[in-house]
């Protein structure tokens, strides 16, 4: 679980990605639709070609989910109650694509500048999505 300085560095970290939800999640989702093509399979009802308004909409809605998360981090299973209903119940996604998009999000932090992501924050935010995947998937079984 996140210790008091996890939890410092996420919000850090997050205050400044929470300011570009649409660029950072949309270039997140980019990246796991071309590296893991599989993901799209989820999506079948979406533009899935890069930038598409689909992507940017949905890359904001997520990051809107975590910025949610974060700000609730004392009470991340409430703050994802809801989210976990429907990856769950409905959605029924393979746990594996929340390792890869969480991946992902790491990725397009990073590559948004080199001080945004030190090796500390990028443990702390590491710790952040795992958790945030398991309180999605929790329902599954
Ligand atoms: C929908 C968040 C991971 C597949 C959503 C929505 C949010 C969200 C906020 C919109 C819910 C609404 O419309 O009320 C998240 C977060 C994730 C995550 C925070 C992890 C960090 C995933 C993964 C997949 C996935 C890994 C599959 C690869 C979907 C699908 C929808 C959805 C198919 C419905 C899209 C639509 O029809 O508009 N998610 N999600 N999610 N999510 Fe996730």
Not at 15 to 40: C, D, L, Q, W
Not at 55 to 71: P, T
Request: aromatic share 8%; net charge positive.
């Amino acid at each position: 679980s996140l210790n008091d300085t996890d939890k410092a560095r996420v919000k850090a970290v997050w205050a400044h990605v929470s300011t570009h939800a649409e660029e950072f999640g949309g270039e997140a989702i980019n990246r796991m639709f071309a590296v893991y093509p599989s993901s799209k399979t989820y999506f079948p009802h979406f533009d899935t070609s890069p930038g598409s308004a689909d992507i940017k909409a949905h890359g904001k809605r997520v990051m809107n989910a975590l910025s949610e998360a974060v700000a609730r981090i004392d009470d991340m299973a409430g703050a994802l109650a809801k989210l976990s209903d429907l990856h769950a119940q409905k959605l029924r996604v393979d746990p594996v694509n929340f390792k890869h998009l969480s991946q992902c999000i790491l990725v397009t932090i990073a590559a948004h500048g080199r001080n945004l992501l030190s090796a500390e924050a990028h443990l702390s935010l590491d710790k952040f999505l795992t958790l945030v995947a398991k309180l999605l998937i929790c329902k599954y079984r």
